[in-house]
């Protein structure tokens, strides 16, 4: 079992839908999660970080976080095509404090 | 504020060299890491420096190998270069180490080496 697991996708949506990016992991003791964002091209983008259960939400994106199930959302609202890149989620080792990255989610957006 | 910058940019180098890449954090950040990424491996974690000192090291040969300096600028050295460390080399810095929750960690751009 990988420690962070991502649908590779391509995850295609139509424009201004909301597109919904998942990920699980597996250490429980995990307390930092976060997602990037990556153009073709380009490095990761922090976009969001969340520590605690529940939502986060910030302009379009929401964060969602559930420890008990070890699994952490994204959702974008009224997507767009410039949302078109892949997400990466990213979760810090109880133990090592190492950031442990998914090989992330592609997102098309369609217009 | 200045965000983390990397040089060079781009590098093409042969097999058999050796070359250096160079990191400066975000200002009053303390931890740097370093990752590689290919499009077959995806983002891969090489080691963590902070206070000069490697934190944690990720699963690499020993020909990689990095240092941080006091004002916590970070270098990494790749010897005996391969083709297959062509790559995107990627730097990040982060305000704390340790067992602090905030620990958000930002990216430079990059440093892109081909080595033929």
């Known amino acids: 079992q990988k420690e962070v697991e991502q649908n590779s996708g391509p995850l295609s949506v139509p424009e201004g839908a909301i597109a919904s990016l998942n990920c699980t992991y597996s250490d429980r003791g995990s307390q930092s999660f976060f997602w990037y964002r990556q153009y073709s091209g380009k490095s990761p983008e922090l976009i969001m970080f969340i520590y605690s259960n529940g939502d986060k939400e910030d302009g379009r994106f929401t964060a969602q976080l559930n420890k008990a199930s070890q699994y952490v959302s994204l959702l974008i609202r009224d997507s767009q095509p410039s949302d078109s890149a892949t997400y990466l989620c990213a979760v810090i080792h109880s133990g090592t404090y190492k950031y442990i990255f998914g090989t992330g989610t592609r997102l098309k957006v369609l217009a | 504020k200045a965000g983390v910058t990397q040089t060079p940019r781009y590098l093409i180098k042969t097999r058999g060299q050796q070359v250096t890449l160079s990191c400066s954090p975000i200002?009053?950040?303390?931890?740097v890491s370093w990752y590689q990424q290919t499009p077959g491996q995806g983002l891969q974690f090489l080691f963590e420096?902070?206070?000069?000192?490697?934190?944690n090291k990720g699963n690499f040969p020993g020909r990689f190998s990095g240092r941080q300096f006091s004002n916590s600028r970070s270098e990494m050295n790749v010897s005996t270069l391969e083709l297959g460390d062509s790559a995107l080399y990627l730097c990040?810095?982060?305000?704390?180490?340790?067992?602090?929750?905030?620990?958000?960690?930002?990216f430079g751009p990059g440093t892109r080496l081909t080595v033929t």
């Open positions: 200002s009053g950040h303390r931890s």
């Open positions: 420096y902070f206070s000069e000192t490697q934190r």
């Open positions: 990040a810095s982060s305000l704390k180490a340790g067992q602090e929750l905030s620990y958000e960690q930002y």
